[in-house]
């Protein structure tokens, strides 16, 4: 069994920083791209940044040059540093992880963490 689990969200004034982080525990042979997404009351859940085993990342155009996604193979973790945040930028966070579990790959998500920019 997969778990992923969020840390890091809360309540933040307009051009304040958060980091959020994201670890998958559990029994599994691999993780794939992992990525960060985000979910406004009444939206669609949105991507906002994913990265690669190898290092490589994507971003929204919306987060470009204020977030940035890292990520620890060795502690099956994913970061999530976010600068410069804007009221626009609240919404639950979740952060998805497919790994491959025998022959199979499946996506996991956590449970998501609240994040609220006060202007």
């Known amino acids: 069994q997969v778990q992923v689990v969020e840390f890091g969200g809360g309540l933040v004034q307009s051009g304040g920083s958060l980091r959020l982080s994201c670890a998958v525990f559990?029994?599994?042979?691999?993780?794939?791209?992992m990525g960060w997404y985000r979910q406004a009351p009444g939206k669609q859940r949105d991507l906002v940044a994913t990265i690669t085993g190898g290092g490589s990342t994507n971003y929204a155009d919306s987060v470009k040059g204020r977030f940035t996604i890292s990520r620890d193979n060795a502690k099956n973790t994913v970061y999530l540093q976010m600068n410069s945040l804007k009221p626009e930028d609240t919404a639950v966070y979740y952060c998805?992880?497919?790994?491959?579990?025998?022959?199979?790959?499946?996506?996991?998500w956590g449970q998501g963490t609240q994040v609220t920019v006060s202007s």
């Open positions: 559990g029994s599994f042979v691999s993780i794939h791209v």
């Open positions: 998805k992880a497919p790994a491959r579990v025998g022959v199979t790959i499946q996506d996991y």
